[in-house]
């Protein structure tokens, strides 16, 4: 896909990875719809969008739940009216509630996993997915565009301590990725997922130092990932015709 004047919808837009893949994107001419539930980093990203983009580029934001059906649902259909039309989507939405399974000392339990942390984890990450997702394609099929959608899943979809509820979203991810692949493609609509290792954000940035050094060490770079190596990686799934359900590993070699 030629990314100029197509618009790009991206969730969780108003920092991080969504920031910077809505910057990349919009380096590259595409037009960019931000859905969060903050408007100040929004506005932020909207702003910093418009000042790295083509001369040509579109920005609108949205605040949306997109665990809300409802929502998503109207926020989509106003996007769709808006930019007449929607040619991507990247589903970036998510959140962390980590804790452990069961917690125990000396065959004494002492904590657990909350039903609430494991099903909040659950709607965004998991159940936000489907939902922007399904609208995405919705408006697609109906207006005939050919489309993208990726799908931000983690290396922690294979199992990670502490992370019960995350692991659980993000390996649904990539299942969800490979069964719309197949299902849509028949509509010209590809569909991929992305696995990113740790990657620098605002949130590791306010990591303890000998805690952002181990996880360096443990990787074959010697370091963390850039935000800007991720929106390099949405881009080529984008540009190539021929990827759709797969998920590309971009970790720094630590899942091996």
Do not use: C, H, P
């Given at each position: 896909m030629n990314?100029?004047?197509k618009t790009i919808v991206i969730t969780g837009g108003g920092q991080g990875l969504g920031r910077a893949m809505a910057i990349h994107?919009?380096?590259?001419?595409?037009?960019?719809?931000?859905?969060d539930?903050?408007?100040?980093l929004l506005r932020e990203t909207a702003e910093l969008v418009k000042q790295n983009?083509?001369?040509?580029?579109?920005t609108k934001f949205?605040?949306?739940?997109?665990?809300?059906?409802?929502?998503?649902?109207?926020?989509?259909?106003?996007?769709?009216?808006?930019?007449?039309?929607?040619?991507?989507?990247?589903?970036?939405?998510?959140?962390l509630r980590d804790s452990m399974f069961?917690?125990?000392?000396?065959?004494?339990?002492?904590?657990?996993?909350?039903?609430?942390?494991?099903?909040?984890?659950?709607?965004?990450?998991?159940?936000?997915?489907?939902?922007c997702g399904r609208e995405a394609a919705v408006h697609m099929i109906e207006s005939g565009n050919k489309g993208v959608i990726i799908n931000m899943s983690s290396i922690s979809r294979g199992g990670n301590i502490?992370?019960?509820?995350?692991a659980a979203a993000k390996a649904g991810v990539?299942?969800?990725?490979?069964?719309?692949a197949r299902e849509l493609g028949r509509h010209g609509i590809r569909v991929g997922a992305i696995a990113p290792g740790v990657t620098r954000t605002p949130m590791t940035d306010a990591m303890k130092p000998e805690m952002r050094d181990r996880l360096e060490k443990m990787k074959p770079v010697g370091r963390l990932g850039d935000a800007d190596e991720i929106a390099h990686t949405a881009k080529y799934i984008f540009e190539n015709e021929f990827f759709t359900g797969r998920v590309v590993e971009i970790d720094g070699g630590l899942a091996m």
């Open positions: 990314l100029k004047n994107f919009a380096q590259s001419g595409a037009n960019i719809a931000l859905i539930l903050n408007e100040d983009g083509t001369a040509n580029t579109r949205y605040l949306s739940n997109v665990s809300n059906e409802a929502q998503v649902e109207s926020t989509f259909k106003q996007i769709n009216d808006d930019f007449n039309g929607i040619d991507g989507l990247i589903n970036n939405a998510g959140i069961v917690k125990a000392k000396n065959g004494v339990v002492t904590d657990k996993m909350s039903l609430a942390d494991f099903q909040s984890v659950i709607d965004v990450n998991l159940t936000g997915v489907f939902l502490g992370q019960t509820n995350y990539v299942a969800m990725t490979t069964t719309w």
